[in-house]
């Protein structure tokens, strides 16, 4: 038993490091012989990209229109989660990734960055007359909370000042940490000033951002492969194009409301060299193809796998991976304390002949299942402070999961106990037993039994939903895996670990249960005769 598990864990990185790394420096070539280029947004951060009729619009949407006509092909945006866009960069879903992504050193091993094509800077957004709060040190104060969207400049600098980790709310969107801030769960959220001013402006009149002059400066690149230095290199000669000719200058003022000042037109030249540097001859060689017309043909299959296994990686993010899988048993026990027993309370009321609680346990399994849990843990957490209902991240989870699970292992449950035979019943009542003796004697022993494999199915499904509350900033297992793999270089093989740990977790418990099955299996008379 110990050596299938150990087979099935290391399966997928065996599977992994069969694939074939694919040609260097070639992405230039199959972009225009494909005639698209494929760019990964996360269209949740205005004005840099948001959705709007369906479609992906906004500053870097403009801006990689006219990169496309400068290489002579179609540019198609593709939306995904953040925590997504690298990991199909490195695995050859999409060419570049282009995000408000931050050039950083850490990063820069891993990816090739274009020159800086904005500049953008950290703020603090408080809210309006909260004049405890006038930046970003008022938040290191004693007990203050800080919200931010994860594994983005405004959690590094927080943390850089000092903060403790678990006084930073981190979230998958820079609009829930503002939501966050305005339900007073936070003291203030530090984000992107131009983000700040257009969510502010759009829906957050309560809201104000402390000051214009960013605490932080930062540069925002284009995003490439390692091996796609010549597709930067033809990047970089775009966007000194539409730097020089005015276009960006339009861009600029269409979707941030106001002229692009001089002086930082002067300083994106200045940082020019802040992105990946290319060799001469890559550049040399990139200027000619550019010269030339692009040959548009079918798109073709690639002939290999960015995918690169990076134990150097693998052994720094362990021990985090490890600290998030603890708070996801943690999550997952708690959850089945509290939501097996509350769906065995909510069965034997859905069986009751009372019928108003009957109809109350009806419309609870119907409204719980008849919605996503995502939803329910956004209505916990972001909804119920309206009503004067603030939990903490920890309990709105632990609600949201429990709540969801009683409904699940209601409906069980109630099927396991029709399925004893009423014969059963009747033969209690003949020996004078009660209704309660009768289920609590005669009707519930058999019942766990029998409703103990898809009690097992609804605990593995759980351990894994517990994944969902990494929205309200829980760090568990998943959002460690997508923190840890969004700077790593190598996010594959962060999730290729975390989904290693989920099975690791999953595997005891089905084997636990099998055990259970073999020694409360039902007494079976043989009959007389039989051998």
Not at 101 to 130: C, H, M, N, W
Not at 374 to 402: D, E, H, K, N, T
Not at 477 to 502: D, F, H, Q
Request: hydrophobic fraction near 45%.
């Amino acid at each position: 038993m110990k050596r299938c598990i150990l087979r099935l864990i290391l399966l997928p990185f065996l599977v992994a490091c069969s694939l074939r790394p694919a040609c260097a420096d070639e992405d230039l070539a199959r972009v225009r012989s494909r005639g698209a280029l494929r760019i990964a947004t996360d269209a949740t951060y205005p004005p840099f990209e948001y959705i709007e009729n369906e479609n992906v619009v906004g500053f870097d949407r403009d801006i990689g229109d006219e990169l496309g006509k400068e290489l002579g092909v179609k540019v198609q945006f593709i939306s995904m989660e953040w925590s997504g866009v690298f990991a199909a960069l490195e695995t050859d879903k999409v060419d570049l990734v282009m995000s408000g992504v931050t050039i950083t050193e850490e990063r820069k091993k891993g990816y090739t960055f274009s020159r800086p094509y904005f500049l953008s800077g950290q703020v603090v957004a408080r809210r309006k007359g909260d004049t405890r709060i006038n930046g970003p040190d008022d938040l290191l104060g004693e007990n203050r909370i800080a919200a931010v969207q994860s594994e983005t400049t405004g959690q590094y600098s927080m943390e850089k000042r000092g903060m403790p980790k678990d006084r930073i709310h981190r979230f998958d969107t820079l609009q829930d940490g503002i939501l966050d801030t305005r339900n007073k769960k936070s003291d203030g959220a530090v984000g992107d000033l131009p983000a700040f001013k257009d969510i502010i402006r759009k829906g957050y009149p309560e809201m104000e951002v402390t000051s214009k002059t960013p605490f932080v400066e930062e540069n925002l690149g284009i995003v490439a492969r390692r091996q796609g230095r010549d597709l930067v290199a033809a990047i970089n000669v775009a966007l000194e194009r539409i730097m020089t000719d005015g276009r960006y200058a339009r861009i600029y003022e269409k979707w941030m409301q106001e002229p692009l000042p001089l002086a930082t037109l002067a300083k994106l030249h200045e940082v020019r060299n802040a992105g990946a540097l290319i060799p001469p001859e890559i550049v040399a060689s990139t200027a000619a193809a550019m010269a030339k017309p692009a040959i548009k043909e079918a798109d073709t299959a690639l002939t290999g796998s960015a995918f690169s296994l990076r134990p150097d990686i693998l052994k720094t993010a362990l021990p985090i991976l490890l600290t998030g899988a603890r708070l996801t048993l943690l999550l997952t026990a708690v959850t089945l304390l509290i939501g097996v027993p509350l769906g065995l309370l909510v069965a034997l009321a859905r069986l009751s002949h009372f019928g108003l609680l009957r109809g109350i346990a009806m419309v609870y399994i119907e409204i719980v299942r008849g919605t996503p849990l995502l939803m329910q843990i956004y209505v916990i957490y972001f909804v119920l402070p309206a009503l004067g209902i603030s939990l903490p991240a920890f309990l709105s989870g632990v609600a949201a999961l429990s709540l969801n699970a009683a409904a699940y292992v209601a409906e069980i449950f109630r099927a396991g106990i029709e399925s004893i035979d009423t014969g059963q019943r009747e033969a209690a009542q003949a020996l004078g037993m009660t209704g309660g003796q009768t289920m609590r004697y005669v009707i519930l022993p058999q019942t766990i039994r029998r409703v103990l494999p898809p009690l097992t199915n609804e605990a593995a499904a759980l351990l894994k939903d517990s994944s969902l509350v990494s929205v309200v900033a829980l760090s568990e297992l998943m959002r460690v895996g997508k923190e840890t793999a969004t700077n790593a270089g190598s996010p594959t093989t962060i999730y290729l670990a975390v989904a290693c740990i989920y099975l690791a977790m999953t595997l005891p418990l089905t084997a636990l249960v099998r055990r259970l099955e073999s020694r409360w299996q039902f007494v079976r008379r043989t009959p007389k005769g039989a051998k």
